[in-house]
């Protein structure tokens, strides 16, 4: 199947970041003048972490790390393709979420300890699904034990009139510890010379879906358009996030420490610039794209910028490592089930990602998130 429309970008999906990042940048700098208030209680925030995936906060023998995240908009997939199957995607849908809040908190060298959850749906007859609310209670027991973290608690809402009747608005919150304190990454050992090793994503994860629904608005079959021979566009996007803590706690045990993570989520490919550090990243191996974002890069009718610059493309994590430890990082992360590739080189020089094999390159002035 090819594609004779006119190209589809993020922005026409209805997410425009330029709209959005100044907001969190102001948002940044008024939370910023409320770290002093942890002062009053003989603790101090780790400033380098301000702008950072995970906040952390010094409280004297360890660190720890908090992070709110919400899912978004895959909720709408599930329901969409429930309708036309018959099945609960829930449990891969409780995975999503924790996965959002979980693969940022790890970025900081975080150790999960406990996850709560926010389900706000649209009225108390979302809950009356037995099916989809066991499934979802299922998947996200499951996702808990899979990142060996503590389920504490959560919120359920009906929030009428602010949540459409019928739908759910998912997020979790997750807090963890860095300890001993030497596991903190923040970058402050990031520099020339670290390698960089990609890990691969299993699919769309949970970011461009806006862009990823409007897709199937111009498929004859939507949803049901197979990508491959038994393989439809809804169970594609529907794969459940991959979750990185399993990776990153053997890193550690292994005695890796690395000197910066980034989760590649929105923004895609560009969030491998989040480091406010002036080096050049230059990527040598591009991993594989997986079907569904291969489907969506050609049915939108998206060049290799505009793909990279807004999905994972097959790398959902980032780990910046000593050159000598990264083949090994790549291995431990494949004996975790999850592929893995030494994908580039950290340099001296401007502020931008060079993918050398796409001829694609981001500067500074393509990702503005402090």
Known sequence: MTSSAAPLTYDQAGVNYDLIDPLKIT???????TASHLAGHGFSE????????????????????????????????????????????????????????????????????????????????????????????AGWKAACDTCQVAWGGGETPALAGIVEDGRIDLAASCTGLINPKERLSVGDQLGPGDAIVLLASSGIH?????????????????????????LTYGEALLAPTALYSPVTEALW??????????????????????????????????????????????????????????????????????AEDAERTAQISRDCGIAAWVAGTVEAGEKQLLIEPLGVRFSEDDLHLR
């Open 27 to 33: 948002a940044q700098r008024a939370a910023a003048a």
């Open 46 to 137: 780790v400033k380098a972490s301000r702008g950072e995936s995970a906040y952390v906060v010094d409280v004297g023998p360890f660190y720890i790390a908090s992070i709110v995240e919400c899912l978004g908009t895959k909720t709408l997939v599930a329901d969409e393709m429930a309708t036309l199957t018959g099945k609960s995607y829930f449990a891969g849908i409780a995975q999503d979420t924790i996965a959002m809040a979980v693969n940022d908190l790890i970025t900081v060298g975080a150790t999960p300890l406990v996850v709560q959850a926010y389900w706000a749906a649209g009225g108390s007859d979302w809950f009356g699904d037995a099916q989809r609310a066991q499934a979802l209670v």
């Open 206 to 230: 949970a970011n461009g879906l806006s862009l990823a629904r409007k897709l199937a608005e111009r498929l004859p079959q939507g949803y049901l358009t197979e990508i491959e021979p038994g």
């Open 253 to 322: 045990k292994a005695g890796i420490a690395p000197h910066y993570c980034a989760n590649i989520t929105g923004h895609g490919w560009r969030k491998l610039l989040r480091h406010p550090s002036a080096l050049t990243y230059r990527i040598h191996t591009v991993p594989p794209k997986t079907a569904v974002l291969a489907f969506i890069q050609q049915q939108a009718g998206q060049d290799d910028r505009e793909a990279y610059s807004t999905l994972n493309m097959g790398a959902g994590f980032a780990i910046f490592v000593k």
